[in-house]
């Protein structure tokens, strides 16, 4: 009797396996899948005055239930060109913040893992010594930096090397830097992780087959890292576009990235269906990316079995 209880209570508990898969599938769907869900609603509604400013998308007339979908907000991003300058720019600026991460963070993943042990670990641990300050108080460490009268151009101007201070805070040059500082972790440790695992007697035997270093790196080096490369360049690249803070505390009044716009339209003009759309348009152009970081993963844990 017992034995029978415990039988048809295992059908309804989940075993060990599926309760540790089903952990992290269940915070996805609580707060990511959950909350867009949510805001894809939003951006089918119009603005109304009110708690909450949108209008219900289920509405009744004469006893029937309408649903009722506006599409007018993906239509004016179509339309509008100053939301498809801020799409372009965001994608440029994000574009432009992978390639300089990845010109510095892959000499720095490359003299990282061909260094001794004990130095290795060293340097990994300085690449990711900025995570343990708050990453607000980072970009608000820049200001200081980049002002006109702030440190940089008192070097710069110190040193003989400029004659006036350069306009670096308030500018897009600025949003540059504070870009490549905050997401150059994020290129060098995939990058590392691929060229630690690389094995050093394919370059022996190419420099013994008379290759020059920068054959042997073209041909050897680089093509084994390009899983790194396109990791590393997809981690920066994605949050890069939707940046809020770098962009705000940086930027200028001209910086046009899609995180301040969000930001303008949900917290200033209190639009909330045209800022749920212009999350939702994000979103969509982010999935490619995504996808692609996500097919080089799976091909990558196939190669290693």
């Known amino acids: 009797m017992n034995s029978s209880i415990a039988r048809a209570f295992s059908r309804f508990v989940p075993s060990g396996r599926t309760a540790v898969i089903g952990v992290p599938f269940v915070w996805l ?60 720019s965001s994608l440029k600026m994000a574009a432009v913040s992978t390639v300089l991460c990845l010109l510095i963070g892959y000499p720095i993943a490359y003299y990282i893992a061909r260094s001794n042990p004990a130095t290795r670990n060293l340097l990994m641990m300085g690449v990711m010594l900025p995570f343990w300050t708050s990453f607000l108080i980072r970009v608000y460490a820049w200001i200081g930096i980049l002002k006109d009268d702030g440190l940089l151009n008192h070097t710069l101007v110190a040193i003989g090397l400029v004659h006036s201070p350069l306009r670096l805070y308030h500018s897009d040059a600025g949003v540059y830097i504070g870009m490549v500082y905050s997401y150059l972790p994020f290129m060098v440790m995939p990058l590392y992780a691929h060229l630690v695992k690389m094995d050093l007697t394919l370059l022996e035997a190419a420099y013994d087959l008379g290759a020059k270093p920068w054959v042997a790196f073209t041909r050897i080096t680089l093509p084994l890292s390009k899983n790194g490369v396109i990791a590393g360049s997809l981690l920066v690249f994605i949050p890069a576009v939707g940046e809020y803070v770098i962009p705000e505390l940086l930027g200028g009044a001209n910086t046009l990235m899609i995180g301040r716009v969000m930001w303008d339209e949900f917290f200033n003009n209190m639009d909330w269906p045209m800022a749920s759309t212009v999350t939702v348009t994000m979103v969509l152009l982010l999935l490619v990316p995504m996808a692609v970081l996500q097919y080089y993963q799976v091909k990558e844990l196939e190669a290693g079995k």
């Open 29 to 88: 769907l609580l707060f990511f899948a959950l909350p867009f869900m949510l805001v894809l609603k939003i951006s089918f509604t119009d603005l109304e005055l009110g708690i909450p400013p949108y209008t219900a998308m289920l509405q009744a007339h004469d006893g029937v239930v309408h649903v009722v979908l506006q599409f007018g907000h993906y239509a004016l991003l179509l339309q509008d060109s100053l939301y498809i300058a801020t799409y372009i």
